[in-house]
């Protein structure tokens, strides 16, 4: 399992920006894929995940009608987009990938998202 995120960098408020995480090793269709992040000097928390193989999604709450977890079955990859950013969404983002019949996740190297004015 291979995870590659791209697509962080510095935004203002109010501004938009995609992450995406393209998967090799195996089939994101087939694994629940979800988004993390963690903010300096706070934990890693749950944003988003998409499970499989039904494809239903959950956010955490402080981002549900903002930001999107989305995949692609045929680029193997899987995206956030994310709307309406604010400062408090500051933080590394990363991308995660699991077998639904498995607890352990798998983890990308993580991409910064810096949201501020």
């Known amino acids: 399992v291979q995870l590659v995120e791209s697509g962080g960098g510095l935004v203002q408020p109010g501004g938009s920006l995609r992450l995406s995480c393209q998967a090799s090793?195996?089939?994101?269709?087939?694994?629940?894929m979800s988004w993390f992040r963690q903010a300096p000097g706070k934990d890693r928390e749950l944003v988003a995940i998409?499970?499989?193989?039904?494809?239903?999604?959950n956010y955490r709450d402080s981002v549900k009608g903002r930001f999107t977890i989305s995949r692609d079955n045929a680029k193997n990859t899987v995206y956030l987009q994310m709307n309406s950013l604010k400062p408090e969404d500051t933080a590394v983002y990363y991308c995660?990938?699991?077998?639904?019949?498995?607890?352990?996740?798998?983890w990308g190297q993580g991409t910064q998202v810096t949201v501020s004015s």
């Open positions: 995660s990938a699991r077998r639904p019949i498995d607890t352990m996740w798998s």
């Open positions: 090793g195996f089939t994101v269709s087939s694994y629940v």
């Open positions: 998409i499970t499989s193989p039904g494809g239903t999604t």
